[in-house]
């Protein structure tokens, strides 16, 4: 939360009024989400060659992230986006690993996330009120001290031995399991996860609502957004995937529908999100041993529905009727990609 506070902080405060306002927020994008890929397979060939303890590469990734992000709010937007990359690799990685060895079954994931929006929309908020400067120092502090708390964990985790899985096939799941001979499925899988958070990215910044027109109503908007993609992850841990993709794509297709209504509209962004940890844990599923790379495909797609919005390649349709679209597109993608291994293994 406060990493991503930071640079919306930064980005809103400071660098979108500058001459290359606009070329800044691609090149802050292209560094925060489609780098992610490259530095997450880096790092899964670090942590399977075993040439730092498995524990302290994702941690030494998050404290350089941290450390970039800071230079990077008073610096350059493309130093601001490579600290925020390589912190949500490194955490996410870590996430990830402690998901499968505790057997939550992407629980974690949707808790690793989400507050990353809360953090967007209150450093948006503190940009807008001009309060740059005393953001980031208390920022900053507090990112001081959740390091404070990160390093005790390692030292005492390190102290009774812990360390990541050595069998990543021990992650399980009745609903989906795929052979790693079996390339063809895998392909189709990730194609099929990779077009819906393309498709996410695209709605998420493209559908607007009328009715968030004061600060509480957008509070209430992000928070529809976080609790969605927790709640994706607990539900889809306790009724399956396939039951949670249905449900909740097929009611915020009807939510969307009707999104000018606030209640209606926080629905829809409640049930839309709930799919982000699910998408997730299917690519970490299918690409066992690589959850960083997995990670950072997801990122680099959230990046590519960025861009039709940054080059104004819109088509002419009410934003509503676009969620409705993509929300069942969505779900025959996710059921494609899946196949019958998904329904009815």
Known sequence: MFVDGVCALAMFGAFAFQKNGSFYFLAYNFCAFALQMPFGLLLDILIQKKKI???????????IGILLTLIGAVMH??????????????????????????????????????PGALGLYGGALLAKNHLKQTGLIAAGLCMFFLCICLLYVSIKSNMNGKNFSENPSSWTSTEISYNNQDKSKQIRLSVCCLLVVVIRSYIGMTVSFSWKTTVSLGLLAVLAIVLGKIAGGFLSARYGMVKTIVVSLTAAAVFYLYAEISLSGLGALFLFNMTMPIT?????????????????????????????VYFEWQPDIKGTVIGCIGSIVSVLLLLIGMGKEGIYG
């Open 53 to 63: 303890y498995c524990y302290h590469l994702p941690l030494i990734t998050v404290f």
């Open 77 to 114: 937007p493309a130093i601001l986006g490579i600290g925020n990359a390589l912190f949500h690799i490194g955490g996410g990685v870590g996430t990830i690993h402690e998901d499968r060895d505790r057997n939550w079954l992407g629980r974690g994931l949707g808790v690793f996330v989400a």
């Open 280 to 308: 997730l844990y299917l690519m970490l599923k299918t690409w066992k041993q690589m959850p960083g790379f997995s990670f950072g495909c997801l990122t680099l797609a959230l990046f590519l529905g960025y861009l039709p």
